[in-house]
């Protein structure tokens, strides 16, 4: 529910029914904020970008739509000194939203497209993983958990 401004801190779904032709169901997870962790180590430039560049988020359907933009990775608010930082490094994750589904088009300065894109496609890689032999595909490999329902 990243369309949101305050979404929960976690959504789980379930079925209530199923048809006859159903034959069990099959639920994946995926820790997004170790994920994010692993990103920040293994591309850190790929981390910094998703933790500053607002990607759009959407909901439409009949009499409603829902609009918000965010950064993939939200960071927390850090002040040395009173100054405010602005490096990413060693700020703590806060949440990550990530929902493809539910995302708009990009809305970034076009000198940013691009770097948004390739950090885009390492973290979707660190997620779901892919037919590439790569750090970003192992984790995903490692770190998925993935249980079907016996009919």
Not at 95 to 106: C, I, L, Q, R, T
Request: contains cysteine; aromatic residues 10%; glycine residues 8%.
């Amino acid at each position: 529910l990243a369309y949101y401004e305050s979404p929960p801190g976690m959504q789980l779904l379930h079925c209530a029914s199923m048809g006859r032709t159903v034959s069990g169901g099959e639920s994946t997870l995926i820790d997004g904020m170790a994920a994010a962790h692993r990103l920040r180590e293994l591309r850190p430039a790929s981390f910094e970008t998703l933790a500053r560049c607002p990607a759009t988020f959407v909901k439409q359907r009949d009499g409603a739509s829902m609009t918000y933009r965010r950064p993939h990775v939200r960071l927390s608010k850090k002040e040395i000194g009173g100054l405010k930082t602005t490096t990413t490094g060693d700020r703590e994750i806060n949440a990550v939203y990530w929902s493809p589904p539910f995302e708009g088009p990009v809305c970034l300065p076009p000198e940013k497209v691009d770097q948004y894109y390739e950090a885009y496609a390492d973290f979707e890689c660190l997620l779901n993983g892919g037919d590439v032999d790569c750090e970003l595909c192992q984790y995903a490999r490692e770190y998925t958990w993935e249980r079907k329902l016996r009919p």
